[in-house]
């Protein structure tokens, strides 16, 4: 098996802090990963992968947004993809859902509302390093919810995922899941 892991990343040095984490997470597991930047991701490494991963980024790198572009090919795969911190931003712009201004730093408890693949837990407590998070509309539903905000959002008919925390961090299982559980 291997997964694709995108980066977000303007500075290679935060690889090191929002695409590492993940690699090592897969790698420990015996499963391989491909890093592309995003601006060089392309369908083809899609292809040649069985699930994808867009990585996070700082706070305050959010060229990735300007530059949506660049992932319009997310849209062409069937493949299974997560979007975790600024990832899961960028998976809403593609698939036509909305992001809403609001910081949430820091770890927060998190109460699952709808039955996933993702976890199995009702209640865990994640470390969040957001600016943006979703505001629901379809074809995006919420999965799970911080206080009263969503924070682990699906796409109604794909197998599309947005954790706009860092389960690298607290929530491991909740990448293995997506990586062994997803179709």
């Not at 420990?28 to 991701?41: M, P, V």
């Not at 709808?114 to 379809?138: E, G, M, P, Q």
Request: a positive charge.
């Amino acid at each position: 098996m291997r997964i694709l892991l995108v980066s977000l990343c303007s500075n290679p040095l935060s690889e090191l802090e929002f695409v590492r984490p993940i690699k090592q997470i897969l790698s420990h597991h015996g499963i391989k990963s491909l890093i592309r930047h995003y601006i060089e991701a392309t369908l083809e490494d899609a292809e040649l992968s069985e699930k994808i991963i867009i990585c996070g980024a700082a706070l305050k790198d959010a060229a990735f947004l300007e530059n949506l572009s660049s992932l319009a090919w997310l849209r062409e795969t069937d493949k299974p993809i997560l979007g975790i911190g600024s990832g899961s931003q960028a998976v809403m712009k593609i698939f036509n859902g909305k992001l809403i201004d609001k910081a949430k730093i820091g770890v927060f408890k998190v109460k699952v509302n709808r039955k996933n693949k993702l976890t199995d837990k009702k209640v865990f407590y994640a470390y969040f390093l957001t600016k943006k998070i979703a505001r629901i509309v379809s074809p995006i539903v919420a999965l799970a919810k911080a206080g009263a905000l969503p924070c682990m959002v699906k796409h109604e008919l794909r197998e599309v995922y947005g954790c706009f925390f860092h389960p690298e961090v607290m929530n491991p299982e909740i990448i293995l899941n997506f990586t062994l559980k997803t179709n």
